[in-house]
């Protein structure tokens, strides 16, 4: 093989290389994967959200019920449905939180691994 | 119920459950409703200044900066890319021209040999049937020669035994003698050779 | 010395300038620190978004990784669908992060510590969101409230369940912002505190002071990703009905 043709597979090996970085975004400045906090902080942001979760349930529960009480004058019957309710409805978000955060987890871990 | 008055009751209600300790320790400034319609009112208004400028200046130029630039590093890796092809494609066709040129070159060399040598054996052929003519010539005219002598060579043979014989006997028959000279002599060239 | 709550508090610059409905609107150290917000994120952007080089400087790198990271963020979770958007989620990022950001300053004010801006600003995506689901799905949007799957028999139960929990969205993502702000900022003032009170001593707290400042540096710019990115994703609930 002559000088020239290990120049152009060379080029050639460059080339592809760069435009597979390129159209996988490897190269490009990208925040898509919500990295861009430490590991520590977001562990934070997903503890807070969940204890948020579990208070904006059952707030809003309570306070449809409340809400609802005013308004059809069956204090205070409503407002212990919507509680319950609200707890419902803020287990059903914590555990939508953990899931998302479980499956992200793992396609971390996964996106780790395959490195 | 109109939506103001929901709200309020709203705040109401959000007030009744979040910050009751707070609000008992002085209060909490984030729960003094007085404020609201001051920072919303400022919210909207800044940002929907904010959403202007971003949708109507920022965004469209560096969406457009970007785009550029995408579409710069493509046509610039598509550039480099054919660059190579044709560089590759060009190195191919100097090869070839290369591998062309060597075996023009020693057909070339392989004709003018043989040629040469063709040449050399047809010269040498002529030289040689010159040479044959010559020496057949030569021959002949040395046989011709000695013919000639041999010839001479019986008539004096025959003159001379005519005179010896004639001194011997006196007259001799001159032709008889030349035959007996001549018979002799062809013996005797046969026995010689 | 002023309590740790003394720092939230909002009061006029100005005289009330008019009145909106008997409210009196004056230009507040909120509003301030709001078009501050607006001018600084727009005078950096602008100069960043102006010469569009190919090759960027600092500022317009700046810019543009702003522009991709949001981008980035919309066409992962919301998908073509939410290009349109993409103007007003930027812009809504860049108010939460810049406010939060800017309150962590000295003197500063932080208006997303308060739970009349985080609050209006939920709900009024969560009442766009919710308009934009309806409008394009009619009352198919309803088929949010019932999971797919489910045995017909629990919808007495589950749909009111869904029901409070979609309620949930703008209070979640209000109090989210307004609470780690608020909180960061109480812990940071009651650490102040105590290297004032003890003087020499305060070294310690100090040390404390500076790191969690880095944290709450940290919690500021992470909150606002989880602002943009949870309206990115109701966003996409209500275009898409997963």
């Known amino acids: 093989m002559t000088e020239d043709e290990r120049k152009a597979d060379e080029l050639d090996r460059r080339l592809r290389d760069v435009r597979q970085a390129y159209n996988t975004g490897v190269g490009k400045p990208s925040g898509s994967t919500g990295g861009s906090a430490g590991g520590g902080g977001e562990k934070l942001g997903v503890g807070m959200r969940i204890a948020v979760e579990m208070v904006a349930g059952v707030v809003a529960g309570a306070f449809l019920g409340l809400m609802a009480d005013r308004w059809l004058g069956t204090k205070p019957w409503l407002l212990i449905v919507g509680f319950i309710l609200g707890c419902g409805a803020a287990f059903l978000n914590v555990y939508r939180v953990a899931q998302a955060e479980e499956k992200r987890g793992k396609a971390e871990r996964d996106a780790v691994s395959k490195k | ?193 | 010395m002023a309590g740790p709550l003394e720092q939230f508090t909002i009061h006029n610059v100005t005289d009330p300038l008019f009145t909106i409905g008997n409210h009196p609107i004056a230009v507040t150290n909120s509003a301030i620190f709001m078009l501050g917000a607006v001018a600084i994120s727009s005078v950096l952007l602008l100069a960043g978004a102006g010469k569009g080089a190919m090759i960027p400087g600092r500022v317009q790198a700046l810019a543009e990784i702003f522009y991709e990271f949001i981008g980035n963020m919309v066409r992962d979770n919301v998908g073509s669908a939410g290009r349109k958007y993409f103007p007003f989620i930027f812009s809504l990022f860049i108010f939460t992060l810049f406010g939060n950001v800017l309150g962590l300053m000295p003197y500063g004010f932080t208006f997303t510590s308060h739970i009349a801006v985080t609050f209006f600003m939920a709900a009024s995506i969560f009442l766009a969101v919710t308009l934009i689901g309806l409008f394009k799905h009619g009352l198919r949007f309803f088929s949010l409230f019932f999971p797919h799957g489910a045995p017909l028999f629990t919808a007495p139960i589950l749909i009111p369940i869904e029901l409070v929990s979609y309620l949930s969205r703008p209070i979640s993502l209000s109090v989210r912002l307004f609470a780690n702000m608020t909180v960061g900022h109480v812990l940071l003032k009651v650490l102040a505190g105590f290297v004032v009170a003890l003087g020499i001593f305060g070294a310690v707290p100090l040390a404390v002071l500076v790191a969690i400042t880095a944290l709450e540096l940290l919690v500021a710019v992470l909150q606002a990703y989880i602002f943009t990115i949870l309206s990115c994703i109701y966003l996409n609930d209500a275009l898409h009905l997963h």
């Open chain 2, 1 to 193: 119920m109109p939506v103001s008055a929901l709200r309020a009751s709203g705040w109401g209600a959000i007030l009744a459950i979040l910050p009751a300790a707070a609000r008992a320790e002085g209060g909490m400034p984030q729960f003094d409703v007085s404020t609201f319609p001051s920072q919303i009112f400022w919210l909207v208004v800044s940002f929907a200044l904010l959403y202007v400028l971003m949708s109507w200046l920022v965004l469209p130029r560096i969406g457009h900066t970007i785009e550029a630039r995408e579409a710069k590093i493509q046509s610039d890796l598509d550039a480099a890319q054919k660059a190579n092809d044709a560089a590759r494609v060009a190195a191919e066709a100097q090869r070839k021209a290369l591998a062309e040129a060597r075996g023009k070159a020693s057909a070339t060399l392989r004709q003018t040999t043989d040629a040469a040598a063709a040449e050399t054996t047809a010269s040498l052929a002529a030289i040689g049937e010159k040479l044959a003519g010559k020496i057949g010539e030569a021959e002949r005219r040395i046989a011709e020669q000695r013919a000639q002598a041999l010839a001479g060579l019986s008539s004096l043979a025959a003159e001379i035994a005519g005179s010896v014989l004639g001194k011997l006997v006196g007259t001799v028959d001159g032709t008889q003698v030349a035959a007996k000279v001549a018979a002799a002599v062809e013996t005797a060239r046969k026995g010689t050779k």
